[in-house]
Each structure stands twice: as C-alpha cells, then as structure tokens.
C-alpha cells in the first residue's frame, strides 16, 4: 500500500501561483509513476500532468504546459506541482496517484484526499 497527502491548496487570485505537495509513505518502491488529477464541480476528473519515477520524463495535458511543471524528490518521496499563470478554469479539487507500472494517464493504484484550488476572477 502506498499513502498519499497532498497539501498546498488554497485561494488566490487570477495570475497567482500556488505549489501543491503530495507525500507518499508505505511502499513507495513500487510507484513507477505519479500524477495530478484534478476535478472541477460537475466535471469529471482529469489529467493534469504525470512523471515517471525513474528517470523523470514529464508530461502535461494541453491546458496547462507552460504553466505547471511536475517534479518529484526522490529522497522524500515527495510529488509537487508548481502552479504559475493561474486562471479561474484551473479551480478545482486537485488529487495526487502512484501507479505500479509506467503510465501517464490512467490506470493509476493510489490516490490522496485532494486538495482545493481556487482561483478567484
């Protein structure tokens, strides 16, 4: 079992920044990859962005290259997203997953609480 705790939500305004944290603990050897997730009110959740552990290849969902960068500390099994030029539609609860096997967008093992992101017009 791998544990996820994302932390770093919060309010701010259009043009802000924000970095979300996610900590993993438990069995973390057997992540092969992370992500973030994110679901708006009465959307479904989607794809943000994903990074493979080993190695450290990104990637990123159109709506937000240029504006999020995905990066992980091997040493304290610690996932974040830095979040830069935010913009109202970025709103939403945001989730961190591991997977066992490398995958970018789906089939995804583990998830955390979430994290709200609010970004005020």
């Known amino acids: 079992q791998v544990q996820l705790v994302e932390s770093g939500g919060g309010l701010v305004q259009t043009g802000g920044s924000l970095r979300l944290s996610c900590a993993a603990s438990?069995?973390?050897?057997?992540?092969?990859?992370m992500g973030w997730f994110r679901q708006a009110p009465g959307k479904e959740r989607e794809f943000v962005a994903a990074?493979?552990?080993?190695?450290?290849?990104?990637y990123y969902t159109d709506s937000v290259k240029g504006r999020f960068t995905i990066s992980r500390d091997n040493a304290k099994n610690t996932l974040y997203l830095q979040m830069n030029s935010l913009k109202p539609e970025d709103t939403a609860v945001y989730y961190c997953?591991?997977?066992?096997?490398?995958?970018?967008?789906?089939?995804?093992?583990?998830w955390g609480q979430g994290t709200q992101v609010t970004v005020s017009s």
């Open positions: 438990g069995r973390t050897f057997s992540s092969y990859a």
């Open positions: 990074i493979h552990w080993i190695g450290g290849s990104t």
């Open positions: 997953a591991a997977a066992r096997i490398y995958t970018i967008t789906t089939a995804y093992d583990y």
